[in-house]
T-cell receptor, first 114, second 111 residues
Framework: DAGVTQSPTHLIKTRGQQVTLRCSPKSGHDTVSWYQQALGQGPQFIFQYYEEEERQRGNFPDRFSGHQFPNYSSELNVNALLLGDSALYLC?????????????FGPGTRLLVL | QKEVEQDPGPLSVPEGAIVSLNCTYSNSAFQYFMWYRQYSRKGPELLMYTYSSGNKEDGRFTAQVDKSSKYISLFIRDSQPSDSATYLCAMSKGVGYKYIFGTGTRLKVLA
């Protein structure tokens, strides 16, 4: 049983560019949450997708957007990249709102903005 | 003031020691409390998950939640060099709610 998978593992972009990160949830999970983890910090919640809709959002600007597909996989898009967007981007999946089960994290995508 | 406070360390202990890791929080609405372990350049791995107050034990790990004091702890018995990692506490208000993380405590277990 594959856990949460993310692609790519590493990415280098320049300021002003756009980036798309991808996530496939753990089998049986239908909810995907995205987090940003800066160096030396804990993960910060970006947003959560369930039934192809954004259900919750953290304190991130509109440059951060996402999508969830019918197969529950998800994308995180960041426009107009800033140097401060350099971080580890983590995807976490869970079985949604039906039962309490904790979130399982993927290995992350490390983004470097130059 | 952050919702969740965690001492960043680093914390160095000899092999075999009992390790105590702690977090405090300010939001009394938190109901679920988690501990994750994160190795360098990897994603967080779930260690313990508890609901409301009380203790939970799993092998060498024990999680404690004291909601009256807004204080949670993770104890690691017989610590091993392989336990060297960053330990993150996380909390949420309920089913499906976002997780709020501490900054993480960096632990080093010396052989």
């Amino acid at each position: 049983d594959a856990g949460v998978t993310q692609s790519p593992t590493h990415l280098i972009k320049t300021r002003g560019q756009q980036v798309t990160l991808r996530c496939s949830p753990k089998s049986g999970h239908d909810t995907v949450s995205w987090y940003q983890q800066a160096l030396g910090q804990g993960p910060q919640f970006i947003f959560q997708y369930y039934e192809e809709e954004e259900r919750q959002r953290g304190n991130f600007p509109d440059r951060f957007s996402g999508h969830q597909f019918p197969n529950y996989s998800s994308e995180l898009n960041v426009n107009a990249l800033l140097l401060g967007d350099s971080a580890l981007y983590l995807c976490a999946s869970s079985p949604g709102f039906r039962e309490q089960e904790t979130q399982y994290f993927g290995p992350g995508t490390r983004l470097l903005v130059l | 003031q952050k919702e969740v406070e965690q001492d960043p360390g680093p914390l160095s202990v000899p092999e075999g020691a009992i390790v105590s890791l702690n977090c405090t929080y300010s939001n009394s609405a938190f109901q679920y409390f988690m501990w994750y372990r994160q190795y360098s350049r990897k994603g967080p791995e779930l260690l313990m998950y508890t609901y409301s107050s009380g203790n939970k034990e799993d092998g060498r790990f024990t999680a404690q939640v004291d909601k009256s004091s807004k204080y949670i702890s993770l104890f690691i018995r017989d610590s091993q060099p392989s336990d060297s990692a960053t330990y993150l506490c996380a909390m949420s208000k309920g089913v499906g709610y976002k997780y709020i993380f501490g900054t993480g405590t960096r632990l080093k277990v010396l052989a």
